[in-house]
């Protein structure tokens, strides 16, 4: 290894976007910033993508590329005066024919005020501006600072250019890493997609004197894993809850146990998975299967006793359950109906027959007055009316041919029926 101080990481640092590796949806034949290149002029852009990705890479490529002044800035330990120093400095430059490429660092932390310090200095082209972020842009960046960027979006490299920067990083350590084939694979796999950390465990093995090629479990035991990527509250932790909701609404149940299993093995909180199942039982299979909300809370319950290992088991049967019941949000679209129809009518009294009278002034006032029990009649059914007098009926409730609500439609068919035979009878 040459003798240098900096980590491998950076010392292996492609200098020209020609040398970067994947992202070939911005690098590639008219990708993004491959036009920019090309046409020898950088506009102002927001790098958002995972840790590891090549934002910060990108950012010195396109510098060295188009030969202009890389200044870095990390927005975690920047501020507004920070940049007004940068923007003196650039423009000093431009009086001496320098262009400057500024290149913050975790844009998404500067506040608001932060942000607008940035746009005077964007709109008069005082710099070139790159903004790295993990976050979702439209989220934690300012309409205006957007609007006055493109947004290049990265994505984790895939085990194919990992397995390239294997490769590499061998060449320019000369000398091979003590893996076997079938580790390095293992290696490129568990990275998954960063190549900070992947270039960091190389140089950790290239140095460890391990005595002969390590395979796969064996590297396991060398070195940790990378923890998969989660972070509790931000996109992907919505990215990955809505990976379980959607996997069980189309009753892909081993999908379902999947994406579970990720939120959980990256330390994701069980009470808010249990959440969103108990909501998934209510919303999702719905009274398809009545069942579906006893076993949700018996399940969260069960956890909250047992706790981890065993309280996991509660939560797979679950998802199980869940992802292999019959689905129907018919009595999600009910309230919906009925809301709007309570609003859209604002505050007609419910029909008199069907009000209490427990006063004699009530009584005299028509209060229960024609009130039929339903008990005492032949069928325990009446068809008396019981919404608002000028109100027609409507039908908020529209059970599917699914599970359980096969037999609800057949209870309420039952009833309109004899509703409608009674109203009948009557004219």
Excluded at 84 to 106: C, H, S, V, Y
Excluded at 216 to 226: G, H, M, S, V, Y
Excluded at 328 to 357: E, F, M, V
Aim: hydrophobic fraction near 40%; aromatic fraction near 8%; include cysteine.
């Amino acid at each position: 290894m040459k003798n240098e101080s900096r980590p491998l990481a950076d010392l292996m640092r492609p200098s020209t976007i020609d040398d970067i590796v994947g992202q070939k949806n911005l690098l590639g034949e008219n990708g993004l910033v491959r036009r920019m290149v090309d046409n020898n002029k950088l506009s102002n852009l927001i790098l958002w993508g995972p840790p590891g990705c090549g934002k910060t890479t990108i950012a010195r490529a396109l510098a060295n590329t188009v030969d202009m002044d890389f200044v870095p800035m990390s927005a975690v330990f920047s501020g507004s005066a920070d940049i007004k120093k940068a923007m003196d400095a650039a423009r000093m430059n431009r009086e001496i024919g320098r262009n400057t490429l500024l290149f913050i660092d975790e844009i998404h932390r500067f506040n608001k005020t932060q942000q607008d310090t940035l746009l005077p200095y964007l709109e008069d082209g005082t710099v070139v501006f790159i903004g790295a972020t993990t976050e979702n842009p439209s989220f934690n960046l300012n309409n205006a600072l957007l609007s006055r960027c493109h947004i290049g979006v990265l994505t984790a490299l895939d085990t194919d250019d990992l397995m390239i920067l294997i490769t590499r990083a061998e060449k320019f350590l000369g000398k091979k890493l003590p893996l076997s084939r079938d580790a390095k694979i293992h290696l490129a796999q568990m990275s998954d997609g960063d190549a900070r950390f992947l270039l960091n465990t190389i140089e950790y093995l290239a140095n460890a004197n391990f005595k002969h090629d390590l395979t796969p479990d064996e590297l396991d035991n060398a070195i940790q894993k990378r923890a998969p990527l989660s972070d509790k509250t931000g996109d992907e932790h919505y990215n990955l809850i809505s990976a379980v909701h959607k996997s069980l609404r189309a009753s892909d149940t081993d999908a379902a146990l999947y994406w579970v299993a990720r939120m959980m093995t990256s330390g994701q909180d069980p009470k808010y998975i249990f959440r969103r199942l108990t909501r998934f039982a209510i919303e999702d299979v719905g009274l398809a299967d009545p069942n579906a909300i006893q076993m949700a809370i018996a399940a969260w319950n069960a956890y909250e006793r047992l706790g981890s290992p065993e309280g996991d088991i509660a939560m797979t049967q679950l998802v199980v359950y869940l992802g292999t019941a019959p689905k129907s949000n018919a009595c999600d679209r009910a309230i919906h109906a009925s809301y709007a129809a309570a609003q859209k009518t604002g505050s007609l009294p419910p029909p008199k027959n069907i009000l209490n009278a427990p006063t004699k002034m009530m009584k005299n006032m028509g209060y229960g007055a024609g009130y039929i029990y339903e008990p005492d009649t032949p069928l325990g059914f009446s068809g008396q009316n019981c919404f608002p007098e000028n109100m027609q009926r409507q039908t908020f409730y529209t059970p599917v041919e699914r599970g359980f609500e096969r037999e609800i439609k057949k209870r309420l068919d039952y009833w309109n029926g004899l509703r409608e035979k009674i109203n009948n009878d009557k004219k």
